[in-house]
């Protein structure tokens, strides 16, 4: 599909845009079982009753996208949960993903939400950049394998892992990347991130780039984790590759979570095609 025009915003209720969000889904997803879709029953409920989803429209008033996000408790607060955000593959490099993003946050700010949730996949780094860097949510938590089995031809082949992403809308650090301002993040350049210590040792090994050796023992206020740019392509072409970086990133995360670091910053090469994890005490 190519992208067409200006791109607009709304709030979608009718049945026949709740069926979109669900064809979308299985496009997007690329889900070869319809049951792993939200079906439309549960997307009216949801947002009948608190929920937010929103779609992306192109000049032609075709949907291209869309997020959706349900309500929920967090340490007794509400909170707004973010199951799904999609766009079709022709419109993902103009900044859709962003932008529904905050159009949610607008939504949940009005209702006097403070806080929306969500997963993504740790080895995903365009996802990583996008909800660290871009928009300042911060990890304090890894599920292990929390969705099961997929259908999914981007998910087969791996545990569905994943960070809970904890967005505070309203806070100094998320008004201050929106605003393209980043005064708490560290040096964003290859080169200072260099010197920040490492976790794993990651190293080309043919076609990828491999874990190798890590340590557990670092008690350094910032440390660094390297993974691989190109995971789902990792996923279906060495699968065997991608199954071991799960692993590895797993046992490194669920290592030092626990000890009180949170995964604050993603800092990406384009050009080298790496990236790296900031943790911090």
């Not at 009718?14 to 889904?25: N, P, S």
């Not at 989803?53 to 007794?76: C, E």
């Not at 660290?132 to 569905?160: C, D, F, Q």
Request: glycine share 8%; aromatic share 8%.
């Amino acid at each position: 599909m190519t992208p067409t025009g200006e791109i607009t915003y709304r709030d979608l209720r009718t049945l026949d845009e709740l069926r979109r969000v669900v064809e979308l889904e299985m496009i997007i997803w690329e889900y070869t079982d319809a049951e792993d879709a939200v079906p439309v029953p549960i997307l009216a409920i949801n947002v009948k009753r608190g929920g937010i989803l929103v779609g992306a429209f192109d000049a032609s008033d075709v949907m291209v996208g869309f997020a959706y996000s349900m309500p929920g408790l967090r340490d007794g607060r509400l909170v707004q949960w973010s199951h799904m955000l999609g766009v079709l593959d022709g419109y993902r490099s103009l900044g859709l993903g962003r932008a529904l993003k905050l159009e949610q946050r607008q939504r949940a700010l009005a209702m006097d939400v403070e806080v929306i949730e969500w997963t993504f996949d740790p080895m995903q780094a365009m996802n990583a950049h996008l909800n660290l860097s871009k928009l300042g949510a911060v990890i304090e938590e890894y599920a292990e394998n929390i969705y099961g089995e997929s259908s999914s031809a981007l998910h087969r082949g791996t545990p569905t892992d994943r960070f809970v992403a904890v967005w505070r809308l309203a806070s100094p650090r998320v008004t201050e990347r929106l605003a393209g301002r980043a005064a708490d993040r560290p040096p964003g350049d290859a080169a200072s991130t260099a010197r920040i210590p490492r976790i794993n040792d990651a190293q080309m090994a043919g076609e990828w780039l491999a874990c190798g050796t890590w340590n557990a023992t670092l008690e350094d206020s910032r440390l660094r984790v390297e993974i691989p740019v190109g995971f789902t392509e990792m996923q279906q072409s060495s699968p065997d590759a991608a199954r071991a970086w799960r692993m590895a990133s797993r046992d490194i995360f669920t290592t030092y979570l626990p000890r009180g670091y949170l995964v604050t910053e993603f800092v990406l090469d384009r050009d080298a095609g790496r990236g790296w994890y900031i943790l911090e005490r």
